[in-house]
């Protein structure tokens, strides 16, 4: 009966080690898990921002407002007829 013993406990020595350090180990898993929880959370983020986007330029295709806002505020243009006052402090 002994041998017997001798034989599981160094199969489950080998088992072990293969668990622990071996290829695809637990401490592997555990890092893949974070990067993975890493990129889904960028992902989520990238997401958002497209979302956002795509919101502004259905607003820019649909509405001359929307249009003529970003024209006067990112591009300084002004309308035919308009007199542009800027102060300075």
Do not use: C, S
């Not at 607003?59 to 007829?81: F, I, S």
């Amino acid at each position: 009966m002994r041998p017997v013993y001798i034989v599981l406990i160094i199969a489950l020595v080998v088992l072990q080690h293969k668990l622990w350090l071996g290829d695809g180990n637990i401490i592997q898993w555990v890092n893949l898990q974070q990067k993975l929880r890493e990129h889904q959370e960028e992902n989520d983020r990238l997401a958002t921002r497209n979302k956002a986007l795509e919101a502004d330029i259905q607003e820019l295709k649909n509405g001359d407002q929307a249009l003529e806002e970003q024209a006067r505020y990112e591009l300084g243009m002004v309308k035919e007829d308009e007199v542009y006052y800027q102060f300075v402090e």
